[in-house]
């Protein structure tokens, strides 16, 4: 059993400069973490004098072998008590490994839960030097970054005042800008993506992907399968404690999407869609209108695959901040998105006029959904289409109805071909035809 | 087999046991200071005179005590040494070893958020009511042995602070840990402290115990402690084993201290 380690590295040397470039910058090797269950702290206490163990393993994660290189953006998914948290404790030096070694070079920033652990007492100011010292800056260094903080927060003349005059979104913002602020080489985040109001939130989601951007290795841990998506280059998904599938994060969020729809009731409590606060925003949706076969509304009557529908998104946007983008996504009757379409995806740019006000229209065509009743969901997102400033859902948006021209089964249409062969089973026959569905669905017997 | 290995490592957790926590007083000063800021704040806070009640609460205790003791009963010792002179020098030493033991013991608990969601140096937390308590006490110190003995007095009685704050730093450790998971010990301790000021000579010096009884204070570490302040700040007599005694439980607490402490690392992380 190799002893448990956490070791980091905040120097480097010049040449090891461009070693390290490649050189990963995290590394846990067989790392395992088993919280210790005692009948009472006596017992507790007992175990730590003699040595002699009088406790029940309850075992958080096992068996973790991960590598993190310089510029990485880790997304971790899980079920609520995979072990996902304890990773990120692990990695962040606030739990040691049972198990296992953790290599770390550089210093390790770790935004896990905001606004705690301020002094109420104490001015703002003077809770960022215990932050910062705590992360292990010197006065110099905190003495240079107490401006910029105190301007990301946006806080005013409040950062010399006690935190307890703080709102809650003053507290939030404070605590994210001092995580942020340390520039660390490892940057942990764990489901703190809307912080504080809205303008701050959008605010706050630009610093990370400033991180993004600059090379830094950012381990993002989030129920929002949307943003992992979005932002991460790699996923994990951490299943009772152990890595269940690493990749990317396409592969590993449709298995792991796959796993959740298994778990009808897990699925329920557990959110895969995007959550908005939509109280302070600094961007509004002022309306939406479908319209389709001449029919204008929040609830229309479509043919599969012929209707066109057309879904007109009015917005207002703060006017100092870049026209947004729009997606539109379709639902399922629980309120599951199964496809959608997204201006920033699709490279379309909003425009939106002086008063910051704008619309967007997006059209499908021969609506390929099959019969059956449909929500939409309309997303107004910052212009690279990864902060969700609102969204707005329609249920029961659309009735779908049988036409003629499509009858598939299930939500949605794929093209498609059926190939007829002369001489089913024997493999060196030439096929005789290349079929249309309509064909098909007119000389069954053909078919078979 | 687990006799042995304890043997083989108690030497270098001796050693660890000063220097690690007097290396992390250094490094981390910065923090602490800033620790030390946040506690004075949290305690006066919304006050008048703000910090400065840490030392006028205690002021005002020694002026009691000086008005009841030597104005109202006149109490005299025979010999040269001033009674309250002999009093206050020890009841001050007293209060600050008294602060010291208590918040040590509850001081993992109350500063839990500090560790809580960040990698806080858990080391440096039983230091927090031993410099805390040197800082406030230690300066009323300072003032009273000047007040009392005049300013030559004042390198001996940082010496006496100096003392206290060596003597008192693996009872720190271990005090804070063993607290922390037996919690009776902070229902107990206040009880035994009380019993620790009467049989200590503080409102008395040894001499004035039944001679029957005198034997007995060996047993008590306090009232070498108390002999060796007086010796140095009064030139009372002190005895070889006045020095011996707390030196060698001094020494014999260091190691263990320390390695309970290190042991009971990661159990303090993963309770809360």
């Keep these: ?448 | 087999m687990r006799a042995r290995a304890l043997a083989t490592a108690l030497p270098r957790a001796t050693a660890d046991g000063l220097i690690r926590p007097l290396a992390a007083l250094w490094q981390q000063r910065l923090l602490l200071a800033l620790l030390l800021r946040r506690e004075i704040v949290g305690r006066t806070s919304g006050t008048l005179f703000r910090a400065g009640w840490l030392l006028i609460g205690p002021a005002l205790q020694v002026l009691a005590f000086w008005f009841l003791l030597d104005v109202v009963l006149r109490v005299r010792l025979p010999g040269h040494v001033v009674f309250l002179d002999y009093f206050l020098l020890g009841i001050l030493a007293w209060f600050l070893v008294v602060e010291v033991l208590q918040r040590a013991l509850g001081i993992f608990a109350e500063q839990a958020a500090l560790y809580q969601r960040g990698d806080f140096p858990l080391v440096l937390l039983p230091l927090l009511p031993l410099v805390m308590a040197t800082l406030v006490h230690g300066t009323l110190y300072l003032v009273v042995s000047t007040l009392l003995l005049g300013i030559g007095a004042l390198p001996a009685a940082a010496a006496v602070l100096g003392l206290l704050f060596l003597l008192l730093l693996p009872a720190s450790y271990l005090l804070a840990v063993l607290g922390h998971f037996l919690r009776d010990l902070r229902q107990l301790l206040p009880f035994l402290l009380t019993m620790g000021l009467y049989v200590t000579p503080i409102l008395y010096t040894p001499d004035m115990l039944p001679a029957p009884l005198r034997p007995w204070l060996i047993l008590n570490p306090f009232a070498d402690i108390m002999a060796l302040i007086h010796h140095l700040l009064q030139d009372m007599p002190v005895t070889i084993g006045n020095w011996l005694r707390p030196l060698t439980l001094w020494l014999a607490l260091l190691g263990p201290a320390w390695l309970l402490f290190r042991r009971s690392e990661p159990h303090l992380r993963e309770t809360l």
């Design chain 1, 1 to 448: 059993m190799n002893a448990p380690a956490v070791q980091t590295h905040s120097t480097f040397d010049a040449s090891e400069a461009a070693a390290a470039c490649r050189a990963p910058v995290l590394r846990l090797s067989a790392v395992a973490k088993r919280y210790r269950m005692y009948r009472s702290d006596l017992d507790r206490l007992l175990e730590i004098v003699t040595g002699r163990p009088r406790h029940q393993d309850v075992t958080a994660l096992s068996g973790i072998d991960l590598t993190v290189g310089h510029g990485e953006v880790l997304g971790i998914v899980g079920r609520n008590g995979a072990g996902k948290s304890t990773l990120l404790k692990l990695i962040a030096g606030m739990l040691p490994p049972s198990e296992g070694s953790i290599d770390i070079h550089g210093r390790v920033g770790a935004i896990l839960e905001l606004g705690a652990a301020f002094h109420p007492q104490m001015s703002g100011r003077e809770n960022v030097y215990l932050k910062a010292a705590i992360a292990g800056l010197t006065r110099a260094e905190i003495d240079a970054l107490v401006p910029e903080i105190a301007a990301f927060a946006d806080i005013g003349p409040f950062i010399e005042r006690p935190v307890k005059t703080y709102s809650s979104g003053m507290s939030a913002r404070l605590a994210f800008a001092v995580a942020t602020a340390v520039d660390p080489d490892v940057l942990i985040i764990d489901e703190a993506l809307s912080v504080g109001d809205g303008a701050f939130a959008r605010k706050s989601f630009d610093r990370i992907m400033a991180f993004r951007d600059a090379g830094k290795t950012i381990l993002f841990c989030s129920h929002s399968l949307y943003h992992v998506e979005a932002i991460c280059n790699r996923a994990v998904w951490i299943d009772q404690g152990r890595i269940r599938r690493e990749g990317s994060p396409a592969a590993v969020l449709a298995d792991y999407r796959a796993e959740l729809e298994r778990a009808d009731t897990a699925s329920a409590q557990e959110p895969t869609g995007v959550t908005v606060d939509t109280r302070q925003t600094p961007a509004r949706i002022l309306s939406v209108v479908l319209s389709a076969d001449g029919d204008e509304g929040r609830s229309l009557r479509l043919r599969a695959g012929r209707s066109n529908l057309s879904v007109r998104v009015r917005f207002r946007i703060d006017p100092t901040l870049p026209p947004p983008s729009v997606g539109v996504a379709f639902l399922t009757a629980d309120q599951r998105p199964f496809a959608g379409a997204t201006s920033a995806r699709d490279g379309v740019l909003m425009e939106s006029d002086s008063q910051g006000e704008g619309e967007a229209e997006v059209m499908f065509p021969a609506l390929p959904l099959l019969k059956g009743h449909y929500g939409i969901a309309v997303y107004l997102l910052c212009e690279r289409g990864l902060h969700v400033y609102e969204q707005a859902t329609i249920l029961d948006a659309l009735q779908v109805e049988d036409s003629a021209a499509e009858r598939g089964i299930g939500l949605v249409s794929l093209p498609r071909q059926w190939r007829l062969c002369a001489g089913a089973g024997s493999p060196g026959e030439t096929p005789t035809a290349y079929a249309e569905p309509d064909a098909v669905a007119s000389s069954p017997t053909s078919a078979r």
